[in-house]
T-cell receptor, first 115, second 113 residues
Framework: AQSVTQLDSQVPVFEEAPVELRCNYS??????LFWYVQYPNQGLQLLLK??????LVESINGFEAEFNKSQTSFHLRKPSVHISDTAEYFC?????????????FGPGTRLSVLP | EPEVTQTPSHQVTQMGQEVILRCVPI?????FYWYRQILGQKVEFLVS????????KSEIFDDQFSVERPDGSNFTLKIRSTKLEDSAMYFC???????????FGQGTRLTVV
């Protein structure tokens, strides 16, 4: 079975400061990795994903995440956050094969961007 | 852009009543899921559905829960006899053959009183 750990339940940061949200996963098989964002009272939106190839993936709004196989991590970073980035961020994995088809989510990190 | 749609957006029901939550997944997707999120908490997997049958379910998905794809477009979650602790946001999701992304609906907020 797969599991996802997000050690920081809440991360407060000032506007224009850098931020890193940590994600570690456990799996005995290869996985795809995802970051989803949830704004207040909304559904989950895909922020970025790692499927294969370059271990550094980027989103259109300035976030990036790096897959590190040896550390089983997929940390999310942004060099300069905006007030509008305030949201809940969920790291998720799913197996590459078809023996386990669900997406396993971490507990989430609440990012609060302060003016 | 194709999207997953869920109805209703909010449902209030009395304890012990049956509820049906409805979802229309993206049309060419093959995998369908239900997740729930108790207010402010983690996103919990309930069930996945593929090829017209349940492919995986969690311990939460007990005999009170069932899923159906009645007509090739809708995907429903039924809770037979609701309990107070079933109050949560329920999300439907779907993904394509390669499962390289799960697309989520906006959710149904279920309140059991």
């Amino acid at each position: 079975a797969q599991s996802v750990t997000q050690l920081d339940s809440q991360v407060p940061v000032f506007e224009e400061a850098p931020v890193e949200l940590r994600c570690n996963y456990s799996s005995s098989v290869s996985v795809y990795l995802f970051w989803y964002v949830q704004y207040p009272n909304q559904g989950l939106q895909l922020l970025l994903k790692y499927l294969s190839g370059s271990t550094l993936v980027e989103s259109i709004n300035g976030f990036e995440a790096e897959f590190n196989k040896s550390q089983t991590s997929f940390h999310l970073r942004k060099p300069s956050v905006h007030i509008s980035d305030t949201a809940e961020y969920f790291c998720a994995v799913t197996r590459r094969d078809n023996y386990g088809q669900n997406f396993v989510f971490g507990p989430g990190t609440r990012l609060s961007v302060l003016p | 852009e194709p999207e997953v749609t869920q109805t209703p957006s909010h449902q209030v029901t009395q304890m012990g009543q049956e509820v049906i939550l409805r979802c229309v997944p993206i049309s060419n997707h093959l995998y369908f899921y239900w997740y729930r999120q108790i207010l402010g908490q983690k996103v919990e997997f309930l069930v996945s559905f593929y090829n017209n049958e349940i492919s995986e379910k969690s311990e939460i998905f007990d005999d009170q829960f069932s899923v159906e794809r009645p007509d090739g477009s809708n995907f429903t979650l039924k809770i037979r006899s609701t309990k107070l602790e079933d109050s949560a946001m329920y999300f439907c999701a779907s993904s394509g053959q390669e499962r390289t992304e799960a697309f989520f609906g906006q959710g149904t907020r279920l309140t059991v009183v």
